[in-house]
């Protein structure tokens, strides 16, 4: 699609809905400082002439999503105007980039996967973008799809890893933090608010930018199953593959999932060969009740009820309290059938609830008519995130607009 993206910009700004809200209430958390032990490992570094930028893998201590010791791997992405030991050339702060969802094993970032996070090269910001348990490091495992728990805490992670090792290597920045994502990156960057929110207050996120997230997976559940559709079948599988595995639930293939999928999910989903277009193709079907179980399909099946019990801790519409001061901006798609909007809708009024400042908009654009509406959402939420970026650090656009198409 040949669009600028300032075009783009300027045609979902007269489209979209924005509200802001000031009020306040009372913060109650437990203090919990970051080590200052440098534990992670470098395992590649790599400077791109081109591009006017370095990428450095490296692994890191974190947990899996049961909460046990487990090594992880993220990427740091810095772009030539930031240089270690001089103090003109110093970092505005981080970006903290909490991916989408992926399927195979070469898109998570270690892996190579990097291009979003490389638009952040220029501006002054050092980018960190965690792989996530099931990927890089731990790509023999099963992704944690959309257990936000357990990927706001790689990410978090990931973030303090990296700065320790930055400035073992002389870099200084800062006080920035911005904490973006689209998709399952959304759900985690909101997931990365509530965990920061109760155990790491001492950290102040500057901006949180999030767009067409699953943050209340059961609501998520229930707007597919009223529709028997959704725009990305692969998603609404994993999501119950990982639940099902890592809370130990017991609950047998055969009880979820029909054929042709039954037979074919160990190489579709699961073998991290396959992208999310080929493994939708290969599943053939948007209609929920085409692979799904009848027992799944019914909110009211002992099952479903049993799924739903271990969806709702992750539910980051409820359960905790937001500090007052978070700026966030939330973006969604009315028209999205992959993460139906009343995800957003719940989100924007649970933080409204707690007196959180909270933007909103929600776009009715097809920017590009050939692709569904969540991927239609990721360009608003581009823009403004860029627009965040610039207004919050004062400075004007680092990326020629004109040149970057879709």
Same mark, same amino acid.
């Given at each position: 699609m040949k669009k600028s993206l300032l075009w783009m910009l300027a045609a979902i700004l007269t489209c979209g809905t924005m509200e802001t809200t000031f009020t306040s209430c009372s913060e109650d958390s437990n203090i919990e400082t970051p080590k200052k032990t440098i534990e992670a490992t470098i395992t590649s570094k790599v400077h791109n002439d081109e591009k006017k930028l370095t990428i450095i893998n490296f692994n890191y201590p974190s947990t899996d999503p049961n909460g046990k010791a487990a090594t992880l791997s993220a990427s740091i992405i810095i772009g030539d105007e930031v240089q270690p030991g001089d103090p003109e050339k110093k970092a505005k702060g981080f970006m903290l980039y909490n991916h989408f969802t992926v399927y195979e094993a070469s898109q998570c970032p270690t892996r190579g996967d990097t291009k979003i996070p490389e638009m952040v090269a220029g501006s002054g910001l050092i980018t960190v973008a965690a792989d996530y348990y099931g990927f890089g490091a731990t790509e023999d495992k099963p992704q944690a799809y959309c257990m936000s728990k357990s990927n706001a805490q790689a990410s978090v992670d990931a973030l303090f890893q990296a700065q320790e090792l930055l400035e073992e290597m002389g870099y200084t920045w800062g006080d920035a933090l911005f904490n973006i994502g689209y998709s399952e990156g959304g759900q985690t960057a909101m997931a990365v608010v509530r965990l920061l929110t109760e155990k790491y207050p001492n950290v102040k996120l500057t901006y949180t930018i999030a767009g067409g997230g699953p943050y209340d997976i059961n609501e998520t559940y229930r707007q597919m199953l009223s529709s028997d559709q959704t725009g990305m079948p692969s998603t609404v599988i994993s999501t119950v593959l990982a639940?099902?595995?890592f809370h130990n639930m017991g609950i047998s293939r055969e009880m979820m999932f029909k054929e042709p999928l039954l037979s074919n999910i160990d190489d579709w989903v699961l073998s991290k060969k396959y992208t999310r277009e080929q493994i939708d193709e290969k599943i053939g079907t948007q209609v929920i009740q085409e692979f799904m179980s009848d027992e799944l399909r019914n909110l009211d099946s002992p099952t479903s009820k049993l799924l739903m019990k271990e969806f709702e801790q992750d539910n980051l519409c409820s359960g905790w309290t937001p500090r007052t001061d978070e700026k966030i901006f939330l973006v969604h798609h009315n028209k999205d059938i992959t993460v139906p909007v009343e995800n957003?809708?719940?989100? $924007?009024?649970?933080? +409204?609830?707690?007196?959180?400042?909270v933007e909103t908009m929600y776009v009715d654009l097809m920017m590009d008519p050939t692709q569904p509406a969540h991927e239609n959402g990721a360009f608003p939420f581009a823009m403004m995130s860029?627009?965040?970026?610039?207004? $919050?650090? +004062?400075?004007?656009?680092?990326i020629d607009l004109s040149k970057i198409k879709f």
């Open positions: 639940y099902n595995y957003t809708k719940n989100m $924007e009024k649970f933080l +409204k609830d707690n007196g959180v400042k860029l627009a965040k970026v610039c207004s $919050e650090l +004062k400075i004007n656009s680092w």
